[in-house]
């Protein structure tokens, strides 16, 4: 595996603080007992500025309340007014977002078991007349499909880099599924060319950090990578692992046929992964994209109030021909 190593970690972990948006207030903490970053203090109602351009996304949240069946979604100009609910999406004390999901918890569909507290981008902010699914200008495309494709998209290629800490993972359940939460990914159609996975085992003290690259479908099986210690469900402790409230920064890079994932700590070099994907489908015509940030809990045989919880400090979205 082609791991790189790139000594300019500092200077590019110190990048991610780039867009700012005032949010103004805070909600109460919850009270996840096994939490150490829960949330903001309701005393402390001063504004706080963040590096998260919320516009850009709408949340999906392990609640219903329109009683559907179906977790709910918060839309962007919700979250620019300055939407929070505790404890699943609420602002912490040191000027970042938390996010938390239980392992019980209404699912976004029918086609996933696993519970999430996630942004999804939306390139039409909130221009409601634009559908959220479909090549068009909410979603973008790889500059290897075809120019007419690339037109009708908000975007071509694209580049999510993201500062957070991993606060808590799951204890509880069936071996293969204790401690993993995706932090990010790119969605396509029906596939995710790219999930980053954040795991740390019960008797360990850090955690790994590896790569799913899904093709589409009818372009073959999964793929993994590891780039911080290993996936196994045995894994011993890795020795450069990060730490629960550890922070630290990825980079997901989309270009053409290139997905590169890098992993940014400061002090530290860079872990970087280039994926080709030339023969996973995404050249192809109707292949939209988009990318997700936060928890995505993957751990559905724990207990019902175990939980995976995250802080975001910094969330930057860029594409070619999109100017927000």
């Known amino acids: 595996m082609d791991i790189v190593m790139n000594l300019n970690s500092s200077l590019r972990f110190c990048h991610f603080f780039s867009l700012t948006l005032l949010l103004i207030g805070c909600n ?120 007419s494709e690339q037109d009708k998209a908000g975007g071509v290629d694209g580049t999510l880099e993201a500062t957070l800490a991993v606060n808590h993972v799951t204890v509880t359940g069936d071996s293969n599924q204790i401690g993993r ?72 890079q989309a270009e053409k046929n290139n997905l590169t994932v890098t992993i940014i700590r400061p002090g530290k070099p860079d872990v970087s992964k280039t994926i080709d994907i030339t023969n996973s489908g995404y050249d192809q015509a109707g292949q939209y994209m988009y990318f997700k940030a936060g928890v995505y809990n993957l751990n559905k045989s724990g207990d019902s109030n175990d939980f995976a919880q995250a802080t975001f400090y910094s969330i930057t979205n860029k594409h070619q021909g999109y100017e927000h």
């Open 181 to 252: 939460v995706v932090i990010g990914q790119i969605h396509a159609t029906k596939n995710e060319p790219v999930r980053i996975y954040y795991r740390k085992l019960k008797n360990n003290t850090k955690g790994a950090i590896y790569l799913a690259h899904e093709p589409a479908s009818g372009f073959g099986d999964d793929q993994w990578y590891e780039l911080i210690g290993q996936r196994s469900s045995s894994a011993k402790d890795p020795e450069d692992g990060i730490a629960l409230n550890e922070k630290f920064g990825y980079k997901i």
């Open 28 to 147: 109460a903490s919850g009270d996840a007992s096994n939490s150490s970053n829960s949330g903001s203090d309701a005393k402390n109602d001063l504004p706080i500025f963040r590096s998260i351009d919320l516009g850009d996304w709408a949340l999906g949240i392990p609640i219903d309340e329109d009683n559907n069946g179906r977790s709910d979604t918060i839309q962007p100009y919700d979250l620019v007014d300055g939407y929070t609910l505790s404890p699943y999406f609420e602002h912490s004390n040191d000027k970042g977002i938390t996010f938390l999901s239980f392992v019980s918890g209404p699912k976004t569909s029918t086609n996933t078991t696993y519970t999430r507290s996630e942004l999804r981008e939306m390139l039409r902010r909130n221009n409601t007349k634009i559908s959220t699914q479909g090549v068009n200008k909410n979603n973008w495309v790889f500059s290897s499909t075809p120019q």
